[in-house]
């Protein structure tokens, strides 16, 4: 699972003076002026929930600016980091099975042209 760095969540937040929201979504921009992203956490304490990052992966850019979401309840905390795990072995068998199935597939196409080339040669004799 990715993880997020951050030890403080307000660090290099700065809301509009106004304090109002123009739409749904506050605006956060980066010390460096760029407006921020939204990006998904994925760590165990937070999973699934949003925060704000800044696009520049500058050095003196922030990865963390402050929550979207907030705080997971402590039953999702218990619950969602195993079902990730689950989904992504489920897809790793997928996967598998996919690249199996492509190479039956690939045998079943080399085994017909062998018994069509066999029919073809016994119908001429
Ligand atoms: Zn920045």
Redesign the pocket.
């Known amino acids: 699972m990715r993880s997020l760095q951050s030890s403080s969540e307000d660090h290099h937040l700065h809301l509009p003076t106004s304090g109002q929201r123009s739409t749904s979504q506050t605006m956060v921009l980066?010390?460096?002026?760029?407006d921020a992203t939204i990006r998904t956490s994925w760590t165990d304490l937070n999973p699934g929930r949003r925060f704000y990052a800044?696009?520049?992966m500058?050095t003196?850019?922030?990865r963390f600016l402050g929550w979207v979401d907030p705080s997971t309840c402590p039953r999702a905390i218990a619950i969602i980091p195993g079902l990730l795990r689950y989904r992504n072995q489920m897809e790793l068998e997928v996967a598998q099975l996919q690249e199996k199935n492509r190479l039956k597939n690939k045998i079943i196409l080399v085994l017909l042209m062998i018994f069509g080339f066999v029919c073809l040669l016994l119908l001429d004799i």
């Open positions: 980066c010390t460096c002026g760029q800044c696009p520049n500058n003196r850019c922030a």
